[in-house]
């Protein structure tokens, strides 16, 4: 959400808002804002969480305990409806993504000219217009791509685990078209290696276009509504209540995403032991 659009106009405005704070690093950009953002929202999480686990009594439990009880309860439910074994690693897994992904997801709920504004309090207007900060870490494909590349190697992992290292390479090369003639069988073999390669590939992919579709799709739509409030008094209204509109129904879209990649996250390692 927004308070005004500045003096540029709305395409500058956007623009403005999706500069990153970065440095060149390794011969990549790395982006200070994505990196700042996560790491300080996924310490935020460890601490709420691992609180109330310390804290965690018996009898009947406070308001925070008991939230951090249904969070878990759910979570684990769902794990444990999509991966038939062991859970003890798998439903650690889902709560870290779920909670740290919904609280990523959550920034875009906050006001995005708040770091300005902050700045133009202690540092004045003209300080205000050359500093920016994106702090949807979602919204970065960064963020997405590297978590799902982290599923991708659980994936890899898990398959190696249950199949073994040789059963997991010969399901690579004999599925889904299996052959009992040894011909057939080795020419078949490149192609199941290569849609094998591929279906493993589209997972990550998949995983992490979905999510920064969504979070920067909704990212720019916040922009759009703060050029109707800075439009004048006439689209003032309008563009107040459009912004609460879109921020009500932002928070489905926070709380489902998460959702959906952390089920897809369980549903990809769950299917690593199983057999093609």
């Known amino acids: 959400m927004s308070e005004q659009t500045g003096s540029g106009g709305l395409n500058e405005y956007i623009q403005h808002h ?22 300080v929202l996924g310490l935020l999480f460890i601490a709420w969480f691992g609180y109330y686990a310390r804290k965690a009594t018996s009898g009947v439990p406070s308001k925070g305990q008991a939230f951090v009880e249904m969070a878990l309860e759910f979570v684990d439910n769902q794990v444990k409806d999509n991966f038939h074994g062991d859970r003890s690693s798998i439903t650690p897994l889902a709560i870290t993504i779920f909670m740290w992904v919904v609280l990523m997801n959550g920034m875009d709920l906050l006001p995005l000219d708040t770091p300005g504004v902050a700045i133009q309090a ?3 207007a003209e300080a205000a217009q050359h500093t920016f900060f994106r702090w949807v870490p979602t919204a970065d494909l ?15 992992y898990h398959s190696i685990k249950a199949k073994g290292g040789f059963g997991f390479g010969k399901e690579l090369m004999t599925s889904p078209f299996a052959a009992e003639n040894k011909v057939t069988k080795s020419i078949l073999m490149p192609v199941n290696l290569v849609m094998n390669v591929i279906e493993y ?17 909704g990212e720019l739509v916040f922009m759009l509504i703060a050029g109707l409030l800075g439009g004048g008094l006439l ?11 879109w921020a009500v129904f932002h928070i489905l879209i926070v709380l489902l995403q998460a959702f959906i990649f952390m089920i897809l996250s369980v549903v990809y390692i769950a299917g690593a032991y199983e057999s093609h």
């Not at 999706?18 to 790491?39: K, P, R, Y």
């Not at 590939?201 to 920067?216: D, E």
């Not at 689209?235 to 509109?245: E, I």
């Open 142 to 156: 960064n963020t997405t791509a590297a978590m799902s590349v982290v599923v991708f190697f659980l994936i890899l």
């Open 122 to 124: 202690v540092a004045g």
């Open 201 to 217: 590939c589209v997972k990550p992919v998949s995983l992490a276009m979905r999510l920064f579709g969504n979070m920067y799709g």
């Open 18 to 39: 999706l500069l990153q704070n970065s440095v060149e690093l390794f011969g990549g950009t790395f982006h200070i804002d994505t990196w700042a953002v996560s790491l």
């Open 235 to 245: 689209m003032f209204v309008p563009g107040v209540l459009f912004n609460f509109a």
